[in-house]
């Protein structure tokens, strides 16, 4: 799938958040590359650059104090290739990685870490 391709449907995964989760949304930039740079595959101590299918960068929202303002866009990047290769090698549509992907990344915004966010994913969630 080409990126013009692959950002449509990025867009379209975008649209079909609840509507509920979109609104808790702010000041995130949703970007799309093909895979993880080189500073950001060490940073995350990555065996190979198709193990990482996306990422959150900013301050997830509970850690934000009283003087945020006027920061720079939050990003969720996205790794087209990565996505593209685990849909592929475990016989998923692309637009449900792209998805649960988003959702995951979005997850880390609205402040959950990993091992919650594995139970929201696979089970049963609780504090």
Not at 24 to 49: C, G, I, R, Y
Not at 92 to 100: G, H, S, W
Request: with cysteine.
């Amino acid at each position: 799938m080409h990126m013009e391709a692959f950002a449509a449907e990025v867009e379209t995964a975008i649209g079909e958040l609840p509507p509920e989760f979109r609104a808790a949304v702010e000041n995130v930039a949703v970007l799309v590359e093909d895979w993880a740079d080189k500073a950001t595959q060490a940073e995350m101590s990555l065996a190979h650059p198709l193990d990482l299918l996306g990422l959150y960068r900013g301050l997830p929202l509970p850690d934000r104090g009283g003087t945020y303002a006027g920061a720079e866009p939050d990003q969720v990047l996205l790794y087209r290739k990565a996505i593209l290769d685990y849909a592929d090698r475990h016989g998923l549509a692309v637009t449900e990685c792209i998805r649960n992907t988003l959702i995951h990344e979005l997850g880390h915004y609205l402040g959950y870490d990993d091992d919650q966010l594995e139970r929201i994913e696979h089970g049963p969630f609780h504090y």
